[in-house]
């Protein structure tokens, strides 16, 4: 069974003011996360995509293309904020990130759900815009990874605002 208790994430080691001088550099590679039926299944009622090819292993099995069930590409982009405080991204000096949104997602190929499929992503920081109120605007680069395959199975370009201590109220 999932967890499904609250967490407070943990700020990492860098300041808002960090982030500009590591603008075009891979940043960190996060741990792996598991992609199981039970996680798919759980990701599917809540957003209510329940295709057979998401939800029914032996359907899937038996009628689908892959082998197996497929994990939603949203559910995969949908770990991004995880992978972020798996890698400390989140700066010491925050009081939180606005997610505001991707600038280019591309799901590259198809990610079979099985006992050992995990998957994990390789951050980079693209670029970083200073905004009103001590604000820092952060494109990340992300490539998420399948263990034992070589190439990326999706492409995220994410954009958070980091709105600093003291800043919350500001517009």
Do not use: C
Request: hydrophobic share 35%; glycine share 10%; proline share 8%.
């Amino acid at each position: 069974m999932m967890n499904t208790e609250p967490t407070d994430p943990q700020p990492g080691d860098l300041a808002i003011a960090d982030y500009p001088e590591l603008a075009g550099r891979e940043f960190a590679v996060s741990d792996w996360v598991a992609i199981d039926q039970e996680r798919v299944t759980m990701f599917g009622v809540a957003t209510e995509h329940r295709h057979w090819l998401h939800l029914d292993p032996e359907r899937a099995l038996r009628d689908g293309p892959y082998g197996g069930t497929l994990a939603h590409g949203f559910l995969v982009t949908s770990l991004l904020s995880h992978f972020m405080d798996n890698v400390r991204l989140r700066p010491r000096d925050a009081a939180f990130g606005l997610n505001y949104g991707y600038d280019r997602v591309r799901y590259l190929a198809p990610l079979v759900t099985g006992p050992h499929t995990r998957i994990r992503d390789r951050i980079s920081i693209m670029e970083t815009e200073w905004r009103p109120g001590g604000r820092l605007m952060v494109k990340t680069a992300n490539h998420f990874e399948q263990d034992g395959h070589p190439d990326p199975i999706a492409y995220a370009e994410w954009l958070i605002l980091w709105v600093p201590k003291g800043g919350e109220g500001q517009r």
